[in-house]
């Protein structure tokens, strides 16, 4: 596809319930991003992915988050043990490097999760 | 590691009226300064971008300046339109956070007809 695409786009998952978000990005990005967006905020950062590499993961609010990218195209965002305090938009992000360092980020439409 | 506070939180204009909306930086090494528009319920959209080598950049109605001294930068909109009612995120980044977009909390325009 021509943009960056997530899916589920809604999910309700109830307290205690595992989830994995999916996140197909731009093809040939190398940077991968995922941030969360409680509503009314702006976009929290999580964690990201050069290629397959996980270069920053201190966005990540507990160790029941976990992210991956393993081939360096589609990344996984999956969260275990479901809160309430993880209802959330969760919007993926990639770009292109180049030797300014800094280039534009298409994000994903984003999942509305919802843990009831 | 960035730090981006963005003011004012909302901000409601009359259709034809200019709206600035501004935003601070913590890292001096930041070099890249994008804005994002979000309706409600899309993703965020690149409007504008700015990089630290220039001070000012226009797109027809819309502006961006920088000023690096300060640490702070900000987003103009001229003769706005209902249609411009969105949230406006600006974001900062460069080689002190690894080149990760930090950004501010968003700003609610209105634009009343």
């Known amino acids: 596809g021509a943009g960056v695409s997530q899916s589920p786009r809604y999910k309700v998952a109830k307290r205690g319930q595992d989830v994995a978000l999916r996140c197909d990005p731009i093809s040939g990005h190398v940077s991968l991003f995922w941030y969360q967006q409680a509503l009314g905020q702006g976009p929290e950062f999580l964690t990201y992915?050069?290629?397959?590499?996980?270069?920053?993961k201190s966005g990540l609010p507990s160790d029941r988050f976990f992210a991956e990218r393993p081939e360096g195209s589609v990344s996984t965002l999956k969260i275990q043990r479901t809160q309430q305090e993880d209802s959330a938009v969760y919007l993926c992000?990639?770009?292109?490097?180049?030797?300014?360092?800094?280039?534009?980020?298409?994000f994903g439409q984003g999942t509305r999760l919802t843990v009831v | 590691g960035e730090n981006v506070e963005q003011h004012p939180s909302t901000l409601s204009v009359q259709e034809g009226d200019s709206a600035v909306i501004k935003c601070t930086y913590s890292d001096s090494a930041s070099n890249y300064f994008p804005w994002y528009k979000q309706e409600l319920g899309k993703r965020p959209q690149l409007i504008i971008d700015?990089?630290?080598?220039?001070g000012e950049k226009k797109d027809q109605r819309i502006a961006v300046t920088l000023n690096k001294t300060a640490k702070h930068f900000s987003l103009h909109i001229t003769e706005t339109q209902p249609e411009d009612s969105a949230v406006y995120f600006c974001a900062a980044s460069g080689p002190g956070g690894s080149y990760i977009p930090t950004f501010g909390r968003g700003t609610s325009l209105i634009v009343h007809p």
């Open positions: 992915f050069q290629n397959e590499a996980q270069l920053d």
């Open positions: 992000a990639s770009s292109l490097t180049d030797i300014l360092g800094s280039t534009e980020a298409f």
């Open positions: 700015i990089r630290s080598n220039v």
